[in-house]
Structure formats: structure tokens, C-alpha cells
């Protein structure tokens, strides 16, 4: 069983920095595309960012580029977030993700996720 385990998030003020890190259990990790996902309550899981096995590639929610960046370490199978120029509206639960699909930004696709993180931008 492939276990996520989240780290980091928490409150700041706007134009802030926060940095999200996720550690895979998994000695095949460098075989999964990884990604971010975050939700409010009352609303739907949506793509912030995801990272291909090869970390060649890198794919972005449009309300993100520009500000986020993510990244892998396969040799310490961690997939971090770095979340720069924060604005309240990225406020919401945060999850990272496996899968073992080559690239998709739609949550059913992957198979494990992390127990979510709360980043919390104020105004």
C-alpha cells in the first residue's frame, strides 16, 4: 500500500510564501506523475500542479503558474509545492497524489493521496 504523508501549509498574509511537502512510501515512487490538488468545502477536488516521473515535465492550473512551483526528488521520493505570491483565494485543504497515469489533471485518475493540509491566506 503507497502512503502519502503531508507537510507544511498553515496561515499567512497575502503576497506571502508557504512550501507544501510530500513524502511517498514506495520504492517504485519514481514511476508515478505527482501532483497537487486543493478544495474548498462545498466544492469539487481541483488541479493545482503535477510533475511527470521524469520531472521532465511540469503541468499547472492556469490560476497557479506564474506563482507555484512544483518539484521531485525521486532518490528521496518527496514531491514538494512552493507556493509564492499567495492570494486569499488559494486558500483551501491541500492534497499531493500518485499515479501511475503519464499525465492527467482530473482527481479520479489517481490512486493514492495524502491526508490534505490547511494553507490559509489572509488578506
Known amino acids: 500500500q503507497v502512503q502519502l504523508e503531508q507537510s507544511g501549509g498553515g496561515l499567512v498574509q497575502a503576497g506571502g510564501s508557504l512550501r507544501l511537502s510530500c513524502a511517498v512510501s514506495d520504492r517504485t515512487f519514481s514511476r508515478y506523475t505527482m501532483g497537487w490538488f486543493r478544495q474548498d468545502p462545498g466544492k469539487e477536488r481541483e488541479f493545482v500542479a503535477g510533475?511527470?516521473?521524469?520531472?521532465?515535465?511540469?503541468f499547472y492550473a492556469d490560476s497557479v503558474r506564474g506563482r507555484f512551483t512544483i518539484s521531485r526528488d525521486n532518490a528521496k521520493n518527496t514531491v514538494t509545492l512552493q507556493m509564492n505570491n499567495l492570494k486569499p483565494e488559494d486558500t483551501a485543504v491541500y492534497y499531493c497524489?500518485?499515479?501511475?497515469?503519464?499525465?492527467?489533471?482530473?482527481?479520479?485518475?489517481?490512486?493514492?493521496w495524502g491526508q490534505g493540509t490547511q494553507v490559509t491566506v489572509s488578506s
Open positions: 510533475i511527470s516521473w521524469t520531472t521532465i515535465s511540469t
Open positions: 497524489a500518485a499515479t501511475p497515469s503519464i499525465y492527467s489533471r482530473d482527481p479520479a485518475a489517481y490512486s493514492f
